[in-house]
């Protein structure tokens, strides 16, 4: 890690730029905790890693953490920890400052309560706290399930945490933390941020269980964070959430980025030699799209503890590149890797497209069992609207269908996903062919007015391989048919 001073208010900014939105917790390298660590500090420190600053118990590592006695110890963007190393119970935050005398801190995680705020009397008084769910469940290539709860947020203060990191506190101090205090209204004011995130300062509304739910829409397709942050700040997303002009206007600002690039090549999981290449195209570009003017490579090797460290980043230009070898001396026998690619364009970066594979594989590696290659492209998704009393179409692509999806399964619930352990409302098995074809039709009699429906695809591979989590689509049964 770099030792150059570092403003709170830059820390601040860049869990606003990364963090919002409600991003679903999964114990990968992307939404768990120190996924955005790992994020967060590849943006204040210009691509440097932050991973070296961790290891096994034991490890020299622990020096590095220091222990503390309480929050007055602590200023805000300061990194804490429950453990000096990497085991079991693991858990990271960053200390943020306090509100109405309870001290915040901002905690990617499926446990924890996000507090609500009234403003009385010219301040902010605490008026309780709760769970809050996400709309959309979603998975990356290695999370062993879907799940809704959870997220990124400002939390309350976990006593937990009982370590911070010597490194960033000393730069925190250099950077003039103590003169800014940690009163967390005047930071976030200092930073260019609203009083309070729009999730601690009003109810949200409610799903068909009750529960009080932040719309991830914006950002439910991400599989990796984008290098340059979400779609839409918070601070923006309040005026989304309204509708309105201000939500075509947020719609406009998702809308500026070029789409993700399509792998047209790529290893469909197992690698026995190599050398490894990827080939994609842009989609939409250059009418349907904005333009894409270049794009970033990254490759990640899977560690022992399931998180990943980047191996190689570059940045190619111009758009005509299309194409990447991984080099040779990046690869080892028996490890898990991936390439993942994002088109830059005026607007900031797009979402991925990822080719995870496994090199060299040893036998009896557990991996061998799983199939990487899943569903994308789902529609209807993102809640689009399906006439009532009309069949409901179900469309997605997969790379090789044929290999990658010689049987798959279709499972659709009502105002439920998949975590909430829901009877079905239809299921469909389509094999061979039928399979291939990336289609399913729901009978309009199964689906009523008013209601929402997750749907669901699992595929099979020709070898009986299956992905850890199935891909995801959102629609709605609205208007008359």
């Known amino acids: 890690m770099r030792s150059d001073p570092l403003s709170p208010l ?28 790992r994020r967060v500090f590849d943006h204040l420190d210009d691509g440097d890693e932050v991973d070296d600053e961790l290891g096994p118990p034991g490890d020299p590592r622990e020096a590095g953490w220091v222990a503390f006695a309480g929050p007055d110890d602590l200023v805000p963007g300061d990194l804490l920890t429950t453990h000096p190393h990497v085991g079991e119970g693991f858990h990271t935050v960053f200390y943020c400052g306090r509100v109405d005398g309870l001290d915040l801190v901002y905690d990617a995680s499926p446990r924890a309560r996000v507090p609500l705020f009234e403003r009385r009397d010219g ?38 945490m009982r370590f911070f990191s010597r490194a960033v506190h000393e730069r925190l101090l250099a950077g003039g933390a103590c003169a800014a205090g940690r009163d967390l209204v005047q930071l976030r004011r200092a930073a260019g941020h609203s009083e309070l995130p729009v999730y601690c300062r009003r109810r949200l509304s409610l799903d068909a269980a009750g529960r009080e739910v932040y719309d991830n829409l914006l950002t439910r397709h991400l599989d990796y964070y984008v290098p340059d942050g979400a779609p839409v700040l918070d601070d923006d997303y309040e005026a989304v959430l309204e509708g309105g002009e201000a939500a075509e206007a947020g719609a406009a ?7 993700a690039p399509r792998l047209t090549s790529a290893p469909l999981w197992i690698v026995r030699d190599g050398p490894v290449s990827v080939e994609w195209e842009y989609v939409g570009c250059p009418v349907a799209a904005p333009a894409v003017t270049g794009c970033r490579v990254e490759v990640w090797e899977e560690t022992w503890d399931l998180w990943k460290r980047r191996l190689l980043r570059r940045d190619l230009e111009p758009a005509c590149c299309t194409s ?45 069992e799983y199939d990487p290659v899943r569903p994308e492209g789902l529609r209807p998704d993102g809640g689009a609207d399906v006439p009532a009393g009309e069949p409901a179409e179900l469309a997605w692509r997969i790379r090789e269908p044929a290999r990658s999806q010689a049987s798959a399964t279709v499972t659709v619930l009502e105002d439920a996903c998949i975590v909430d352990d ?17 289609r399913a039709v729901v009978p309009g009699g199964f689906l009523r007015i008013g209601h929402t429906y997750s749907w669901y695809v699992s595929a099979r591979s020709s070898d009986g391989r299956t992905a850890y989590a199935p891909a995801e689509g959102v629609f709605v049964v609205s208007g008359e048919g």
Do not use: K, M
């Open 422 to 438: 829901a009877e079905p409302v239809f299921v469909a098995e389509p094999s061979g062919p039928r399979a291939a074809a990336c």
């Open 10 to 37: 830059d820390v601040l900014r860049a869990l606003e730029l990364f963090g919002p939105q409600a991003r679903p917790y999964n114990f990968d390298d992307c939404f768990d905790c120190w996924g955005l660590v």
């Open 324 to 368: 990447f070898v991984v080099p040779d001396d990046l690869l080892h026998d028996d490890s898990r890797f991936a390439v993942v690619i994002w088109a830059r364009g005026p607007g900031g970066f797009s979402g991925t497209a990822l080719a995870p594979f496994l090199y060299r594989p040893a036998p009896g590696n557990p991996l061998l």
């Open 123 to 160: 301040r902010w008084r605490h008026a309780g706290d709760r769970a809050i769910h996400t709309r959309y469940a979603r998975a990356t290539e290695t999370t062993e399930r879907l799940r809704n709860d959870g997220g990124a947020y400002l939390r309350l203060w976990d006593d937990r």
């Open 253 to 259: 600002c998702a809308g500026a980025r070029p789409e």
